[in-house]
């Protein structure tokens, strides 16, 4: 009887108020708590906007989210590029095109904001796809996203779209179709779905292996982008910026190693141009270091730096 009473005595002393005992595994907490610090600090810069800002932050490990007005319909300007970059690899894959097709340049085909396509010659200079593909993203080539629409058509773009569920995302017009936005058909996207198609390429349930990979490589093309100013140089990020007046964006996946992440930021409504590209910046440069220092410490929080 003494013995058993000892033993007792021994568990009950082990055993702490939250009835856990030397455990075997660290809980989550500690990265809850820096996890919900993280989106203290990005409404706080939503609250300090003078405009309307939306976004989600995608952990692409555990699964968690974060939304600001993440169901808020809202132009997007040159990231509904990125729709269209999904939709010409789609049809690549099913055999309806592929990324080597040729074309060459007509002058008819020629719009505003085309860094490269108003410099090349018509009638003459021949482009893949592909090439048309690189300079949308890299340059937000807008001659070269119009040739690209015209090739994969609007309507399979939004029927993709549909077959994804993703229903508020709408290609309406074309670029520098100043005519179709006056009337109020502007592309758009919400945060919730913009990161619902990131996810689904990234997760191979859209495009094969290869084609996706090489979308991943043409959307990771360097570019002049408030969320890549927001990263450390030797950040990887395939993303997409768009502009338009008083509307600045800027969505796409950051490579973290061991702890990818999706993120999506809209806004509209502002006053100043420049306080919507800084506002990106600082949630791009908030939401790497929290994936970057978690993906470089214990469960316990502990980062051990290689010397």
Partial sequence: MKRFLLSLIAVLVCIPANSQCCPDKPTTEKRQVLWQKLQQELSAVDKDLNGVLALAVKDLTSGETFFIHGDEIMPQASSIKIAVLANLYLQAQQG???????????KEDLVDGSDIMLGLTPGVTRLTLRDLATMMVAVSDNSATNVLIGRVGMENVNAMLDSLGLRATRLRRQMMDLKAASEGRENVYTPREMMTLLETIYRGKLLNKEMMADFIRVLSTHKESSLLQGLPDDAVAASKPGELEAVRNDSGIIFVKNRPYI?????????????????IRKITALTYSYFDRVSRASDYGRVVSPK
């Fill in 96 to 106: 309806k095109l592929k990324l080597t097709d040729e074309y060459v340049v007509r």
């Fill in 263 to 279: 993120l999506c930021v809209m806004t509209t409504y502002l006053k100043d141009e420049k306080e919507g590209s800084a506002a």
